[in-house]
């Protein structure tokens, strides 16, 4: 995993099971929320380093809220039942049980927060296995903070949905079953992203010839590399997407995308451009 591990963590309060929570945080959870809109966000990892980067990944990405931080399993059964969470960053290779063990043990006790897995394995069961413990999304490690960026966001557009959702007819439950966006004059973005520059980035992927990386998205948009890169991987994670890495002499491999249908809506194809 790349990138530059968090600050020195604040101030801590150690629970009965040895998950730690920054002092207060432990108070603004109690009812299973955090202060205002945050999201409240469960590290689980037997790494501390790991999950000292994992805690400050997370706590770039806005309304999200590290609320405590557990090394295994029974550490993170006991801090949910002590900090009630919203979403638990779940890693599977724990010191005492199998990290997917402890989600039907959380769902026995009562528990409705919602589970992301970040795990180095990369066996099919384990990912079907997520699946059927419905986990809201799966990331592999290494990952950059731009992969889990997309995935909070992501996520934190589907719990605004979900906790929104009024049932009216059998399209409203189809919508949230199939996570789609409900229907709105512009499109749901994540925050800082424009519908404009989603839309020059889209159109630009739908008319290359072959695949794209984001240094040649930029330059034929105009917008810097670092943005197109964004735009690029959040239509990946939403599906508009394909990534393929192409290999160099040397460093990383080059992330190429290629177009496969439409993220905003409301990009015009090349017809009807004037």
């Known amino acids: 995993m790349t990138g530059t591990s968090g600050p020195t963590d604040a101030t801590a ?3 009965a099971a040895g998950a730690t929570a920054t002092t207060g945080e432990a108070a603004a959870t109690a009812t299973g929320r955090a202060v205002g809109a945050a999201i409240g966000v469960l590290v689980v990892d037997d790494d501390f ?6 805690r400050a990944f997370v706590e770039r990405v806005e309304p999200f809220r590290v609320v405590g931080v557990a090394g295994t399993g029974e550490q993170a059964l006991a801090a949910v039942g002590e900090l009630r969470p919203d979403l638990v960053l779940l890693d599977l290779y724990l010191p005492d049980v199998f990290g997917l063990d402890v989600i039907p043990r959380l769902r026995a006790a009562g528990h409705d927060c919602d589970v992301m897995v970040i795990s180095a394995a990369r066996e099919a069961e384990a990912v079907r296995g997520a699946v059927r413990q419905g986990v809201v999304d799966y990331l592999l490690k290494p990952f950059e903070f731009e992969d ?3 995935r909070l966001e992501r996520y934190a557009v589907q719990r605004g949905r979900l906790l929104g959702t009024v049932v009216r007819s059998q399209a409203d439950v189809d919508r949230v079953l ?3 966006a409900p229907a709105a004059p512009v499109p749901a973005l994540p925050k800082g992203m424009s519908v404009e520059t989603a839309e020059l980035v889209e159109r630009t992927l739908r008319e290359a010839d072959g695949t794209l990386s984001a240094s040649e998205c930029a330059a034929l948009t105009g917008v810097s590399r670092v943005s197109a890169r964004r735009y690029l991987e959040y239509f990946h994670t939403v599906g508009g997407a394909e990534v393929s890495l192409r290999y160099g002499v040397a460093g990383r491999p080059e992330r190429r995308y290629r177009f496969r249908g439409a993220v905003t ?3 015009l194809p090349p017809a009807a451009r004037p």
């Open 13 to 15: 309060t150690t629970g």
């Open 178 to 180: 199939a996570g789609a």
């Open 148 to 150: 889990l960026r997309v």
């Open 265 to 267: 809506g409301l990009a």
């Open 49 to 54: 380093m790991v999950a000292r980067v994992h």
